[in-house]
C-alpha cells in the first residue's frame, strides 16, 4: 500500500520529466465550410421567401408532400455514405405539408414585464389533418412494399401522442394489409444513415419531414436529385425540387436541373396521368448519368463536368429522340 500511495510497483507510470515525448499529431485534412446564411435571413420574418411559399401551399390546399429518396446505381458512389450502405435505397417521405409547427397558432414574439423577449411557435394537428396524410401514406405503401413507418416524437410530445393514435387507427380499420411500425424522429434521423434501407415509405409532420427529407438527399449524394410532388384532393399541385429555388447560385450556371425534370415527371405521372411523359423524362436523366455527365455538385474524377445550360440541353435532346422512336 505504501508504495502504492508513493507511485511505485511494477505498474507505475515513471515520472514526467524522464517520459519520452509523444510524436506530433498529424494535422487532419480541414473540413469543407458550412454553408453560410443567406442575406434574406435578415429580412423580417414576413418578408422572407419562404412565406410566400408557405402561403402558395396552404392556398392550394396541397398537404400530401411525396419526396422520394432513390439512389441512382450510376450515383451510389456520390454519397457521402459507404456505397455498401446506400446502393439500393428507395425511399419514400409523405410529409404534412400544410399544418405542423410553420402554420400554428398563436405565433410570434412577445416582452414579459421585465422586459424579457420571448418567441413562440405552436405545433398542433387535428383528428382529420393526421387522418388524410395517413390515407395518403397507406395508399402509397400497399402500391410499394406494403411497409411504413409513422415518424413522431410521442414520448415527449402531446401532438404527435395524438399523431401516433390516429394513424394506427386509421392503418387498423382501413389498410390491415399494411405493416405499420411507429419510430421517434430522433432514432428515424439516426436509422436513415445507419440504415436507410430499412425504410420504405415514411409519414411524418410537417418539421420532421422538412428535416428528414434534406437528410435523405445526402443519401443520393446531392439535393440536386431529389423531386417532390405537393398534391390535393381535388386542385392542382406544386412540383419543386426538394432544394428549392437556391437564389445563392442564381445566374452562375452550376445548378443542377435533374431535380426539376425529376419533378416535371413527378407531374405528370401524378398530376396529368402521363405515365409515358414520365418515363421519358426519368429515362433522359438515366441516359445522361449513363454517359457520365455531371453537374459539380456530383462531379467526380472520371466523369464530364457540365454547366446547368449544357446539362439541360443534352436532357432535352435524349427526351426528344425517345419521343421519336
Known amino acids: 500500500m505504501r508504495a502504492c500511495a508513493r507511485g511505485g510497483g511494477p505498474n507505475a507510470e515513471p515520472p514526467a520529466a524522464s517520459r519520452p515525448e509523444p510524436p506530433p499529431r498529424p494535422r487532419p485534412t480541414p473540413a469543407p465550410p458550412l454553408p453560410s446564411s443567406y442575406k434574406w435571413d435578415a429580412l423580417p420574418a414576413g418578408d422572407r421567401p419562404e412565406r410566400g411559399l408557405l402561403a402558395m401551399r396552404a392556398a392550394l390546399n396541397a398537404y400530401a408532400n411525396l419526396r422520394p429518396a432513390v439512389v441512382l446505381p450510376q450515383l451510389a458512389a456520390a454519397s457521402t455514405l459507404k456505397e455498401e450502405i446506400v446502393s439500393g435505397v428507395d425511399i419514400m417521405i409523405v410529409r404534412e405539408l400544410v399544418g405542423g409547427i410553420y402554420f400554428g397558432e398563436p ?6 414585464a421585465a422586459g424579457v423577449r420571448r418567441g413562440f411557435n405552436t405545433m398542433v394537428y387535428s383528428e382529420p389533418e393526421v387522418e388524410r396524410i ?17 415518424v413522431d416524437k410521442a414520448n415527449v410530445l402531446e401532438v404527435s401522442q395524438l399523431w401516433r393514435e ?7 380499420e382501413e389498410f390491415p394489409d399494411v405493416d405499420l411500425s411507429h419510430m421517434y424522429v430522433d432514432n428515424a434521423a439516426m436509422q436513415m444513415i445507419r440504415n436507410p434501407k430499412a425504410f420504405d415509405t415514411i409519414v411524418t409532420g410537417n418539421i ?26 381535388d386542385g392542382p399541385g406544386i412540383y419543386e425540387p426538394v432544394h428549392g429555388s437556391a437564389p ?5 450556371d452550376v445548378a443542377n436541373p435533374m431535380a426539376m425534370v425529376l419533378s416535371a415527371a413527378m407531374m405528370c405521372r401524378y398530376g396529368l396521368d402521363e405515365p409515358r411523359v414520365a418515363g421519358r423524362l426519368e429515362g433522359a436523366v438515366r441516359s445522361a448519368l449513363d454517359a457520365g455527365y455531371r453537374t459539380g455538385d456530383l462531379w467526380t ?6 454547366g446547368c445550360s449544357e446539362l439541360g440541353r443534352i436532357l432535352a435532346d435524349s427526351v426528344a429522340e425517345m419521343a421519336s422512336v
Open 301 to 306: 474524377p472520371g466523369t464530364t463536368k457540365v
Open 166 to 172: 390516429v394513424v394506427t387507427r386509421v392503418g387498423a
Open 248 to 252: 445563392d447560385i442564381a445566374g452562375q
Open 134 to 150: 395517413a390515407r395518403v401514406a397507406f395508399r402509397l405503401s400497399r402500391k410499394r412494399s406494403g411497409a411504413l413507418c409513422s
Open 208 to 233: 420532421f419531414g422538412d428535416i428528414l427529407s434534406d437528410g435523405a438527399a445526402m443519401l443520393t449524394g446531392s439535393l440536386g436529385m431529389l423531386p417532390s410532388a405537393s398534391v390535393s384532393d
Open 107 to 112: 405565433r410570434g414574439f412577445a416582452t414579459d
